[in-house]
């Protein structure tokens, strides 16, 4: 059988695409061949993003909205099947981790929100996309969890617990769908030199984390994308309810 690591003919959606690593992926996918959907909160962001997919030659749709609405999702995913056809990749990666905060006084309020935006937001997308896969003979899913998820950190309690979530329900999916042809895999980044982090980062701290790394260096938006994407193509085709942990071997 012919393994073709293209996404030709293929629609992908992928939430969070108006953050550094989801635009990342976005340009990737389109660069193999899907028609991507781009998903968030920012139009302006998505537009431009889209606009850029189009002049490199790919195609691309925006959709804007609350991915912890599980109707907006559905709709979403309903609007994508009209305008580009069913589809066959799902990358999910809206989230944030929002300020570290000891757990004996994390306002529960706050707690919900995390869950929320890191773990239900992962099964709302799920949830519209499964019925399709399902009918239309397969697909692949790829979440993102963190570092924080797999091991302590000094991460909020909240997200560390939502990310662990979102490893078990990549795993859950993968086992339970397995028999329709989907595979749904998890990539666990440890730090990721996002637009938002270089901002934050003085130069001192960023050259003090990445001599803390064993390889050396912080992660990129496209160290993430470049697994996110063998992950999404039939390149990874035995591959199912793994999480790859992308750290610079920094949690080694
Ligand atoms: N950067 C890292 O070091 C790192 C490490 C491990 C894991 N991660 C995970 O990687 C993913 C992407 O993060 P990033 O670093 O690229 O951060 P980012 O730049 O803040 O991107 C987060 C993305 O999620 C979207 N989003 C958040 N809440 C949403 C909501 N309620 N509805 C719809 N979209 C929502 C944002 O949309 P808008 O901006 O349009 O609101 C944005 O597109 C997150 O799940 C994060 O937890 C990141």
Same mark, same amino acid.
């Given at each position: 059988?012919?393994?073709?690591?293209?996404?030709?003919?293929?629609?992908?959606?992928?939430?969070? /695409?108006?953050?550094?690593?989801?635009?990342?992926?976005? $340009?990737?996918?389109?660069?193999?061949?899907? /028609?991507?959907?781009?998903?968030?909160?920012?139009?302006?962001?998505?537009?431009?993003?889209?606009?850029?997919?189009?002049?490199?030659?790919?195609?691309?749709?925006? !959709?804007?909205?609350?991915?912890?609405?599980?109707?907006? *999702?559905?709709?979403?995913?309903?609007?994508?099947?009209?305008?580009?056809?069913?589809?066959?990749?799902?990358?999910?990666?809206?989230?944030?981790?929002?300020?570290?905060?000891? @757990?004996?006084?994390?306002?529960?309020?706050?707690?919900?929100?995390?869950?929320?935006?890191?773990?239900?937001?992962?099964? !709302?997308?799920?949830?519209?996309?499964?019925?399709? *896969?399902?009918?239309?003979?397969?697909? $692949?899913?790829?979440?993102?969890?963190?570092?924080?998820?797999? $091991?302590?950190?000094? /991460?909020?309690?909240? !997200?560390?617990?939502?990310?662990?979530?979102?490893?078990?329900?990549?795993?859950?999916?993968?086992?339970? !769908?397995?028999?329709?042809?989907?595979?749904?895999?998890?990539?666990?980044?440890?730090?990721?030199?996002?637009?938002?982090?270089?901002?934050?980062?003085? /130069?001192? =701290? $960023?050259?003090?984390?990445? @001599?803390?790394?064993?390889?050396?260096?912080?992660?990129?938006?496209?160290?993430?994308?470049?697994?996110?994407?063998?992950?999404? @193509?039939?390149?990874?085709?035995?591959?199912?309810?793994? =999480?790859?942990?992308?750290?610079?071997?920094?949690?080694?």
């Amino acid at each position: 059988m012919a393994i073709t690591s293209n996404l030709a003919e293929q629609v992908a959606l992928v939430t969070g /695409a108006s953050g550094s690593i989801g635009a990342e992926v976005s $340009r990737k996918l389109a660069h193999l061949g899907a /028609a991507v959907a781009v998903h968030g909160r920012t139009q302006s962001v998505l537009n431009k993003l889209s606009a850029e997919i189009h002049r490199n030659g790919g195609n691309s749709e925006v !959709y804007v909205g609350d991915a912890r609405d599980p109707e907006h *999702m559905i709709t979403v995913a309903t609007d994508v099947t009209r305008a580009l056809g069913p589809i066959n990749v799902l990358v999910a990666l809206a989230g944030g981790e929002g300020a570290p905060s000891p @757990t004996d006084s994390f306002d529960p309020e706050r707690w919900l929100d995390v869950i929320d935006t890191d773990l239900n937001s992962v099964f !709302y997308a799920l949830r519209a996309v499964l019925p399709s *896969m399902i009918e239309h003979g397969g697909g $692949r899913i790829v979440t993102i969890a963190s570092s924080a998820g797999r $091991r302590p950190s000094k /991460a909020n309690a909240a !997200y560390a617990a939502a990310k662990a979530g979102v490893v078990m329900l990549t795993e859950h999916i993968a086992k339970e !769908y397995a028999h329709a042809h989907i595979r749904a895999n998890c990539v666990a980044p440890s730090i990721a030199e996002t637009t938002k982090l270089r901002d934050r980062l003085s /130069a001192q =701290t $960023r050259d003090a984390i990445a @001599t803390s790394i064993p390889l050396g260096r912080i992660g990129q938006p496209s160290d993430i994308a470049e697994a996110i994407a063998f992950l999404a @193509t039939d390149r990874s085709s035995w591959i199912t309810g793994t =999480t790859v942990d992308i750290t610079g071997g920094m949690t080694l």
